[in-house]
């Protein structure tokens, strides 16, 4: 079956722009999940979604990122007045619970110039 | 969640096992071992996971000491393409957010 798919798969912006992302999770999983992957480090924990509330929004580092989940299938992360230090890759994840394991999409690789 | 150590980097000859460890001494009673790895260019993949018990699936066997301090992932056979980044990770529960360290470094060598 298909698996999480993120769009678009590069993104490249100016400083102080507005980028959304995409994630469309596995169908029927419940929670969906976004990290995002600077160079060299591990996944980084942004956000997580059980249906279509936040469950654990502790990742998310200031008020210009932000994420929805409107019908609790697709997700869209929205990054308001990029900076360059925004630049890496976002992943989306999903599972079927908030208790199972947790599949990864191939990510968006975001570039601010 | 309780922190783990894992070596930075480890070589693996090809048909060999590949045996990787990780420290997690703060882990508490409830809380479960996970493996996950990430090939160059890929999003993770979930591998294993244990809490107490030895564990075996397709792709690899979990080892964990009787004192839960240190466990140990085991590929029976490796091949080029398990090369990647693996991540030992210790949560309470079985799901939410995942804290990725920095993970071994596997390279499988022909």
């Known amino acids: 079956g298909a698996g999480v798919s993120q769009t678009p798969s590069n993104k490249v912006t100016e400083k102080g722009k507005y980028v959304e992302l995409r994630c469309d999770p596995i169908s029927g999983h419940t929670a969906l999940y976004w990290y995002r992957q600077s160079l060299g480090q591990g996944p980084e924990f942004l956000i997580y979604?059980?249906?279509?509330?936040?469950?654990?929004d502790s990742g998310l580092p200031n008020d210009r990122f932000f994420a929805v989940r409107p019908e609790g299938s697709v997700s869209t992360l929205k990054i308001q007045r990029t900076e360059r230090g925004d630049s890496a890759v976002y992943l989306c994840?999903?599972?079927?619970?908030?208790?199972?394991?947790?599949?990864f999409g191939p990510g968006t690789r975001l570039t601010v110039l | 969640d309780a922190k783990t150590t894992q070596p930075p980097s480890m070589d693996c000859a090809e048909g060999r096992a590949a045996n990787l460890p990780c420290n997690h001494s703060t882990i508490s009673g409830n809380e479960y071992v996970y493996w996950y790895r990430q090939i160059h260019s890929q999003g993770p993949q979930y591998i294993i996971h244990?809490?107490?018990n030895n564990e075996t699936n397709e792709m690899a066997s979990l080892i964990i000491t009787e004192d839960r301090k240190s466990s140990t992932l085991i590929l029976p056979h490796a091949t080029l393409r398990d090369t990647a980044v693996y991540y030992c990770?210790?949560?309470f529960g079985y799901g939410n957010k995942l804290v990725f360290g920095a993970g071994t470094i596997l390279r499988v060598k022909s």
């Open positions: 244990g809490l107490k």
């Open positions: 990770i210790v949560l």
């Open positions: 979604f059980q249906g279509t509330g936040a469950a654990d």
């Open positions: 994840a999903s599972s079927r619970s908030g208790n199972d394991e947790q599949f």
